[in-house]
């Protein structure tokens, strides 16, 4: 019994030894294993870093190991080969479409086993061996005036270069070439804003590789310069007095902008009135050019000012709603030229709309009336989407007028072209207050809902900031500019008309008689003008 029982442990042992080395081979130490490599060329730096241009063409691997294996050119990021086992390094080096290095990675100890995938992921750095350039730009709002030669301050690796410096109406350029590879590059910009002491500080740690470009666009706000609120400038009847104060170097700054001042009749008061200010004071010396001309070029002699505006690709004297605000077709022509401007014109450059009668006129004020305002809507949309009728002050008024062009559309023309051409300072415009031949505009429904238009556009100049141009105020004062003139209709009352200034009064003669407007009114926008181009330089009305 004793034999058997051996006998039969003998037979289990052999079994298993059997299932073992025919079940559950070992690894063949003799033969090859597989490695697969995975390329990425990204950074997860947090600092400014280079973008490899012209891109990455090719993969050289170089392997050395167990045996000697010639370079590997792979144009893919994804590479796999056979090995022999043992530990490999890896020296992989990426090349540009010129046939230069850009970028590198070394991985060290690869262990390869016989029969087995080892994948690694390898991340290529950049080449710091050589020199590489930087191209930094900076960008600050519209509604913050930076004088170059007192506001700015470039430092790179604490050291200044005014040849690698371009500065423009609201931007700068810093563009470096030659300069060493490495990470510890440090470029300080400090700007400061005209007659504040408002001031913003930007430190950056700049990598320069190889070969290579490094560039960025770093874009400030209000609130980098210490803004809690959107920044606006308001020049509203109060605006006048300070005309007589304007300091002979702020007179001079004026000197240098251009303003383009695009309407029909009643946009002409603001040239009319520049006229008859140079023509009293030749210290406030201006140029209007009337027709259909081009804008001057760059001078400091005179504040130039253009009726016509660069509709797309061509000049245009005259501008209606259908031009500026009340279609896609008419807004596009207008960016396009906007950003023509931009691009060609040195100095400050001030876009806006002259109104005319377009929120009283050709359409009288709608028989259903407005549940909150209690009025109906008036007003001219030549060219709108659903041709030529009232309109109110946004979209929640179309099931009154039947038109989507409404105020808002108005406003938000405005802020794109200030986004679409941040060169350029496009103001917001009240209109009319006058009593149009006496087509019954005053103390009236109509003069009505003209006065809440303009309500509506001081809100939003108010709330998101910006540059307002308030003709309607302007014009709704006495000559002393401290009595309100005031309307009513219905129980509502609103700033009104002063007859003699808005509807031809005393002494009205006008360059041309077209303006609709007294002569004294039109010098009054005219020094609105001056005052608005005065303290957005930076002066403090003092």
């Not at 556009?457 to 108010?462: D, L, P, T, W």
Request: hydrophobic share 40%; net charge negative.
């Amino acid at each position: 019994m004793r034999n058997m029982k051996s006998e039969v442990q003998l037979f289990l042992f052999l079994l298993l030894v059997m299932l073992l080395f025919t079940g559950c081979p070992f690894p063949d130490k003799t033969g090859d294993g597989v490695l697969r490599i995975n390329l990425d060329s990204s950074s997860n730096s947090r600092t400014i870093v280079p973008v490899i241009t012209p891109a990455i063409t090719e993969y050289v691997l170089s392997f050395t190991g167990p045996e000697t294996i010639a370079p590997v050119r792979i144009s893919d990021t994804f590479f796999e080969t056979t090995l022999k086992p043992g530990f490999w390094d890896l020296a992989i080096e990426a090349i540009n479409s010129s046939g230069l290095k850009v970028a590198g990675e070394v991985l060290e100890g690869i262990e390869v086993l016989s029969g087995t995938t080892t994948t690694m992921n390898a991340v290529l750095e950049p080449s710091q061996l050589s020199t590489g350039s930087i191209d930094i730009t900076v960008t600050w709002p519209q509604t913050i005036t930076i004088v170059p030669e007192t506001g700015i301050l470039v430092l790179f690796n604490n050291e200044e270069y005014p040849s690698a410096l371009t500065i423009g109406t609201n931007s700068l350029n810093f563009h470096l070439d030659m300069v060493p590879s490495g990470s510890g590059h440090i470029l300080e910009v400090s700007l400061t804003e005209e007659g504040t002491t408002n001031e913003d500080t930007i430190t950056e740690i700049v990598h320069v590789y190889d070969n290579l470009e490094t560039a960025a666009v770093i874009n400030r706000t209000e609130a980098d310069f210490g803004y809690l609120s959107p920044k606006k400038l308001v020049i509203d009847h109060t605006a006048i007095a300070l005309f007589d104060s304007i300091p002979q170097e702020y007179i001079d700054v004026v000197k240098t902008r251009l303003v383009i001042l695009a309407g029909e009749s009643h946009g002409r008061a603001y040239g009319d009135g520049l006229d008859l200010l140079e023509a009293e004071d030749a210290r406030y010396a201006s140029v209007v050019q009337w027709g259909g001309d081009p804008a001057e070029a760059y001078t400091a002699s005179y504040l130039r000012m253009n009726r016509a505006f660069l509709n797309g690709t061509s000049w245009k004297g005259t501008c209606g709603e259908e031009d500026f605000w009340t279609n896609e077709a008419a807004r596009t022509r207008v960016m396009t030229g906007l950003q023509t401007i931009e691009e060609d014109y040195t100095g400050f450059v001030y876009f806006g709309f002259g109104w005319c009668w377009d929120m009283t006129w050709l359409n009288s004020p709608t028989a259903a009336k407005d549940p909150v305002y209690g009025t109906g809507w008036a007003g001219s949309s030549v060219d709108g989407p659903q041709g030529n009728l009232p309109w109110g002050l946004d979209d929640g008024d179309y099931s009154i007028t039947n038109n989507p062009v409404s105020l808002q559309t108005y406003l938000d023309a405005v802020d794109s072209y200030n986004a679409g051409a941040p060169g350029i300072k496009t103001i917001f415009t009240t209109g009319p207050v006058d009593n149009a031949y006496n087509w019954g505009y005053l103390n009236s429904e109509n003069g009505y809902q003209r006065w809440l238009k303009h309500e509506a556009i001081r809100s939003h100049v108010n709330t998101n900031g910006g540059i307002l141009l308030d003709y309607a105020d302007i014009l709704s004062w006495d000559y002393q500019n401290d009595q309100r003139i005031t309307e009513s209709w219905d129980g509502h009352s609103w700033d009104g008309a002063n007859i003699v200034l808005a509807t031809g009064g005393d002494g009205y003669v006008g360059s041309d008689g077209a303006t609709h407007i007294s002569e004294e009114a039109c010098r009054l926008l005219g020094k609105a003008v001056w005052v608005m181009l005065a303290l957005d330089a930076g002066w403090d009305g003092n």
